[in-house]
């Protein structure tokens, strides 16, 4: 199984180094970016980066319990309620 | 005028009515109540087969053994067999199905009738039907163990025109008789003679059907040594004929020696013992001979009393249900006695048995056809062409075309599709083979799943999901430096050089040395001061976790070498509650946009 895994990982290695190099990573590693810790010292923008991944995070599964809750649990809602005024008219 | 049309209306009917009256008569001793309508009389009310009625059984009856292969001329032999009640019972076991207005016959009812026919026939009819000996049930004993004697007989049957030739042969000292009855075959009748002398059983003699006298023929004897060669045809054995006679009427005796005087299963090692003598009748094909029981018997039938004709197909018949509709059974039985004239007019008095046969079955099979195809034509002459050669001609040529055409389709794509088809069977054929290697490798794989404890298992997976982890990693560390596959990481370096911390104030990252030559405090510490020496200080953080800043002045022409040190330690207490206030401000701020955001997307997916 082993052989397989590493030919899949030689073929990937393949097709991704044909790929163009990464033209910012050059840049962004020379940015003298020390005095963001002076910075941070005052404006807390560490903290407000960390609150804000986390933040979103939580938004995308607050977005998908939504879109369950509006087309599978609001629609099984719908249906019981019907059953439930059809037995109404029964009786 | 509608007085006018309702007498020529009257006039029309009174005709059909004194017409149908003697067709009714006719009918009525095949059965059926007359009329043009006989199907209720085939079958009753209740749906099932009238057998109530002795001229509808022989309706049944004489349909069964046409499609067996028998047609009865004289009807009082289906008069008897429908008389008989066993027969009305086997006939009742047809079914008669309404939709499809059919009647099939089960596979007893059809052997029963034909039983009976051949119990009739044992009893009533003037001769009874043998086959010949073929040549390949001769035993080669019976020819002196001589290959030459064996080519000669077969020499002669085939020079012979009827295909039969009488031989004897002489075990002791290879004498080979032969007598060219078969060119004469269709002018002699064999009669039944039953001759109790010299231990013989029965024999046959000939009589010339023309003349009703003993048939007499020459004969011709030779005697073969094994260093002769093999006698071409009759005119050579006739030339190298040691011994010819004159045959006398007893000459042509053809020993039979079953007590039922049946020709078909001679006995040749019986009949070649010692220096016994005798004459039998040889075919190629061992066809069947009529042998009358008596003379009278034979002399009734060349004047044409015959009571039974029977197809070729008869005596093969293999026993199978019957389905027919009542429409098609009734015609099949009312044209059989056309097909019968039809039969008379074509043979002869000396026409073989096996050709009386033959034309028989090629004029059922054109009224079936008729009946098949026609549809609306049955009742009618039953004309048919015997003579079948320039049809047969015509359709071997037209085969002969097709095969040809055929042949050279298929030379000339068959290569091609040759080796596609190939091609498909080795691809098919390897297929199977890395099939069966992976379906192998499958069992052996569950073989030890099926051995193997649950630590191992575990232990198995962990390493093997590490290792893979591990090859995959390195894909990843590549990919990163690869454009488009690095914009997340880059994303990522952009954040976190937001997320740079200060250090913690427990550590030590500056320190102030050398002389002070100014300094502005506001505390403890001094908040901005003029150093000497600006190489011995750098910027960097205070004992306390402050930043601290260095900016050095430096006029080498005036001398000058000092820095100016902002320490801002004084103002930690300050940062860290600007820092917690900004955060939470933050924070209610995202809560803001939560709320805001949710209900936007409320709306959105309603």
Known sequence: MSWLINLIKILLLKMINMLPDDPFSQYLAELDTDFFAYLNWIIPLDNCVNITIGWVDCMLIALVIILIKEYLIDKAIDFILSLTSFFKFLV | MSNIFKKILSFIMVVIVFVSCPLCVN????????????????????????????????????YILSQIGAVIVDHDITKVMANDQTMKEYIAKGKFDANKKTVEFPKETVVYVKQQLEQYAKENEPYTMYRTVPLTSIPYTAFNNQGNVYQSLKNLLADSSSGVVGVS?????????????????????????????????AEVKAYEISTWKHATYPRYRFTMSADDAAIKDKED?????????????????????????????IDMNVLVTGNQVVNVLVSSDSRRIRVYNTYADFQDYTLGKRKVYYTSNYYNYVPEDLSVTIDDLQKTVDDLSKV?????????DNTDESEIEELLRQILEALKNQQGGGGGTGGGDVN?????????????????????????????AGQTMDSVVTAIEDLGKMLKRQLGIISGDLDDIKDKLDVISEQEFTEKTDSFFDSTEESFSEISEVAKNKFPLSVPNDL???????????????????????????????????IIMIMEGSETYSSGWSDTGAPVFNLPIVLESLGWDYAIVVDLSNFGSIAKLCRTYMTLVYI???????????????????
């Open chain 2, 27 to 62: 009918a009525s001793e095949h059965g059926g109540g007359g009329g043009t309508n006989h199907n209720p009389d085939f079958i009753t009310d209740a749906g099932t087969i009238n057998i109530q009625d002795d001229g509808v059984v022989m309706y049944y009856i004489e």
């Open chain 2, 492 to 526: 990522k370096n952009i954040i976190s050089v937001f997320t740079k911390k200060p250090p913690e104030p427990e550590t030590e990252a500056y320190s102030v040395k050398g002389n002070t030559l100014y300094g502005m405090s506001t505390g403890d510490s001094e």
């Open chain 2, 588 to 606: 209610w701020a995202l809560l803001m946009l939560t709320i805001k955001v949710i209900g936007l997307w409320g709306e959105l997916v309603d």
């Open chain 2, 237 to 265: 054995f006739i030339e190298r004929a040691t011994e010819t006679f004159t045959s006398y009427s007893e000459y042509i005796r053809f020993i039979c020696l079953h007590d039922d005087v049946s020709i078909q299963s």
């Open chain 2, 340 to 348: 019968i004239d039809e039969l008379l007019k074509q043979i002869q």
């Open chain 2, 169 to 201: 042969f002489v075990l002791a000292d290879g004498k080979f008789t032969f007598t060219d009855i078969g060119s004469h075959f269709k002018d002699v009748g064999l009669v039944k003679h039953y001759y109790d002398g010299l231990g013989y059983k």
């Open chain 2, 384 to 412: 048919v062409d015997i003579d079948l050669s320039t049809t047969n001609g015509l359709l071997s040529k037209i085969l002969a075309k097709v095969t040809q055409i055929f042949d050279k389709m298929s030379s000339s």
